[in-house]
Structure formats: structure tokens, C-alpha cells
């Protein structure tokens, strides 16, 4: 079984930064593409950064310029850096990752960036 573990949320004041992290551990063969989702309250999920097992990334626009996401795959470990933080990027941040033979989802971590 395989297990995806965030950690690295918290309250920051705009302007801040934050780093999270996502861990996966358990049977892993390979990981594929690793990503970072988010979820407002009273919003859809939404796709925020994505990295491909060839190191290559995207970004949504609202973030552009502002998050790095970044892999360590001896550590099988996923970040997404994240500056000049906005009130408007409050939400809880999911990592998921696909892990033959399926994709898994981490159960989130609370990040709230106050005004």
C-alpha cells in the first residue's frame, strides 16, 4: 500500500512564504507525475503545480512567478515552495502522485495566509 504525507502548512501573513512537502512511502516502484492540488472552502479542487518524472513543471496562472514545485526522487518526496503569498491562496493543499498501478492522494494540509 502506498501512503502520501504532507506536512509543512501553517498561518503566514501575505507576503510570506511557505514550503510544504510530500512524502510517499510504502510499495513504490516509480513515480510518475507528482502534483499539487488545492481546495478553498466553497470551491472546486484545483490543479496548481505539476512535475513530471523528467523534472519538467507547470503552473497555473494564479501562481506563476510565485510557487516552485520541486521532487527529490531518492527521497521519494514532492515540494512546492511558495513566496509572496495572498490571502486568495488560503486553502488546504493536497500532494498527489502516480504510483504504479494507480494515482494517491496525501489528506491535505490547512494553509491561511491572513490579509
Known amino acids: 500500500q502506498v501512503q502520501l504525507v504532507e506536512s509543512g502548512g501553517g498561518l503566514v501573513q501575505a507576503g510570506g512564504s511557505l514550503r510544504l512537502s510530500c512524502a510517499a512511502s510504502?510499495?513504490?516502484?516509480?513515480?510518475?507525475?507528482m502534483y499539487w492540488y488545492r481546495q478553498a472552502p466553497g470551491k472546486q479542487r484545483e490543479l496548481v503545480a505539476t512535475i513530471t518524472s523528467g523534472g519538467d513543471t507547470h503552473y497555473a496562472e494564479f501562481v506563476k512567478g510565485r510557487f516552485t514545485i520541486s521532487r527529490d526522487d531518492g527521497k521519494n518526496t514532492v515540494y512546492l515552495q511558495m513566496n509572496s503569498l495572498k490571502p486568495e491562496d488560503t486553502a488546504v493543499y493536497y500532494c498527489?502522485?502516480?504510483?504504479?498501478?494507480?494515482?494517491?492522494w496525501g489528506q491535505g494540509t490547512q494553509v491561511t495566509v491572513s490579509s
Open positions: 510504502g510499495s513504490i516502484f516509480s513515480i510518475n507525475g
Open positions: 498527489s502522485a502516480d504510483i504504479f498501478p494507480g494515482t494517491y
